[in-house]
């Protein structure tokens, strides 16, 4: 059965949240939709603690922790700023500053909501991790970076990323785009481009109960050529005479670049290299749900519950990609 998800505007979030309590009990029901089932021993019945935020098993009084797997996992921030960060993060489609939302929500120190939005983007990106394209994909390379640096394929100042997006036809054939993927890697040789395609759907253990990536379409660019010749993939070539064609020969993945930079530059002002992979990934999880954005909320928030949270230190001890 498909998982039904609350629609919410603006309006309607305000009522629906306007206090913790609020918060930790959507929390506990997104949690277990079906009604808590204690992992321990099994049984269904069990009493909800609010003011430590733990289900109390009946049975074998084993106490579960609403917020113990997720990323809310021993926050010290009220559930209601959490809400909004998240509702904020999801509906916003160029991004949100971490500098406005701490003065927005009244946090006092620039590093927790700097930790907090890292730990929304993780569950961002874990979400999206699970999916793979199929079909027809458009491909092609971009350079994220600080501005007055060389530019293209080569350039020692920026990384590289790698951008695809699935492509399909609707009832009247025309050409719209699906999913989208981005990825730091290395360079834009074969190999990079080849173990990005893995990740995408076309390695073997793909290849058993789903549909599988069948070609590229890319400007031509030799690597691409090696890489789908490698991975056995049919490659269309678009022809760009001129740099300033691309964005019409391969329009989706420009828009999702274009949308991703914009979004770098302007409400974050630049990012560090170490940490660009996780706004890519926030970039692509809103492209990848524009057709359900009053549900994009509870989306969210059933991401953040299904994943692990990250720590402050594992997050700075991070390295660039």
Known sequence: MARRYEERSLLGFQKAFADDEACL????????PEGFVCPRCGHGKAWFIRTRRVMDCK?????????????FHKTRTPLLKWYWLIYRMATNKVGTSVAEMRRLLEIKDYKTSWLMAHKVRK????RDARYMLAGLVELDDSFFGPAGHTAGRGSEHKSTVLCAVSLYRDTRGKEKPGFAHMRVVEDASAKSIGEFLDRLGSGPETQEGRELLEAIRTDGWRSYSKAALDKELGHYRVVLRKP?????LLPWVHRVISNAKAVI????????QKHLQSYLAEVCYRFNRRYWEKELFDRLIRACISTATVTYSELVARKPL
């Open 123 to 126: 569950a961002m990106a874990d």
């Open 25 to 32: 009990e959507h929390l506990r029901r997104m949690r277990w």
């Open 265 to 272: 530059r302007g409400t974050h002002r630049g990012v560090s």
């Open 244 to 248: 300033s064609q691309a964005g019409r």
């Open 59 to 71: 049975k074998c009084r084993a106490k579960t922790s609403v917020t113990a797997g997720t990323i």
